[in-house]
């Protein structure tokens, strides 16, 4: 049975109703939620943000996302932008395919819908970089919809809440699909803009994935996981822990990723063009990319990915 099909009118309220309380005094005032007015919010701001701040952090996607708006605050200036410019803009954010994607969004948008954000998520997907989460993210905060945003955060707090699991691979049967369903279920209605701010921010400042804020949390009476953990810890007082023994597996160091490397790579070009030899020895002296096979590999992926050209033996950007 669907998790959605589940819910009582009550339960559904109470939530709604705690959500939103906790909303209106705690509730972060980023730059990207402002400026809404009767016909809704800039969506093309709303994807900006999005982006960038898919795994990274509010605090630091802030700086750049200002600096971002001043200097191409239209879908179209951004189109017009030259690529070089807009991955050196992006110098800092990691994840620089991300800025390939919004300029190829933002092109794509300019040349086929006129200047104009589609409205649909079947036509959102179609852009760049654009996933069911960021289509439906636009849906609400530009357009004020009443639709479920699923992310990290959010995904947490209805898992825990209504499941009592912090993931999707501690229950089995349950699907994303039926997440969703769950998200939509209880989001107020003519409220969806401000209820997927609310609980992105409850997920991100009291429902946390470490150390969640559980005593302070409005929700923990009503909430599935708080009560599973609370039962745990009784549990565990009556009873002599067990110590077992686990084979410690080595963890690959960020350093020795291909991540890693390909962000290095990429820093380098911003700051210039430089022959692919000189290129390939610097890699090897400052980072210990001394294996020219996958330093090959490496350069093939990031001029697949649009993020760098070679022309001749110089490496540059596009």
């Not at 499941?163 to 039926?178: A, D, I, P, T």
């Not at 969703?180 to 969806?192: C, F, Q, T």
């Not at 980072?287 to 990031?302: I, M």
Request: glycine fraction near 6%; aromatic fraction near 10%; charge should be positive.
């Amino acid at each position: 049975m669907r998790a959605s099909s589940k819910l009582s009118k009550s339960s559904t309220k109470h939530f709604q109703k705690k959500i939103l309380e906790w909303y209106r005094t705690h509730g972060r005032m980023l730059p990207w939620r402002r400026g809404k007015t009767k016909w809704g919010r800039d969506p093309y701001r709303v994807l900006v943000s999005e982006v960038m701040l898919q795994q990274t952090q509010v605090d630091r996607v802030l700086p750049y996302y200002k600096t971002w708006i001043r200097r191409w605050p239209t879908v179209g200036s951004l189109a017009r932008a030259r690529l070089a410019s807009v991955i050196k803009a992006w110098a800092g954010l990691g994840y620089n395919r991300r800025a390939v994607y919004l300029h190829e969004a933002a092109k794509k948008i300019t040349s086929e819908f006129g200047d104009t954000f589609p409205r649909t998520d079947d036509e959102l997907m179609k852009l760049p970089g654009v996933g069911r989460y960021t289509a439906r993210a636009i849906r609400t905060f530009a357009y004020g919809e009443d639709v479920g945003v699923l992310e990290t955060n959010t995904k947490r707090v209805l898992l825990r809440v209504f499941l009592g699991v912090s993931s999707l691979r501690e229950f089995n049967g349950f699907r994303e699909k039926e997440l969703l369903e769950l998200a939509d279920a209880v989001v107020p209605k003519g409220k969806g803009d401000v209820w997927n701010q609310a609980m992105m921010d409850f997920g991100a400042l009291v429902c946390t994935a470490k150390n969640p804020k559980c005593e302070q949390c409005p929700l923990r009476e009503m909430c599935k996981w708080y009560q599973l953990q609370t039962q745990s810890s009784n549990l565990k007082t009556q009873n002599h822990s067990v110590k077992v023994k686990t084979r410690k597996l080595r963890r690959i160091k960020f350093k020795e990723t291909d991540r890693y490397f390909r962000g290095r790579i990429v820093d380098v070009v911003r700051q210039q063009s430089v022959p692919k030899n000189q290129l390939r020895t610097l890699m090897g002296r400052k980072y210990g990319l001394s294996d020219r096979d996958r330093f090959d590999k490496l350069v093939g992926s990031l001029v697949s990915d649009g993020l760098i050209a070679v022309s001749g033996m110089r490496v540059s950007l596009p």
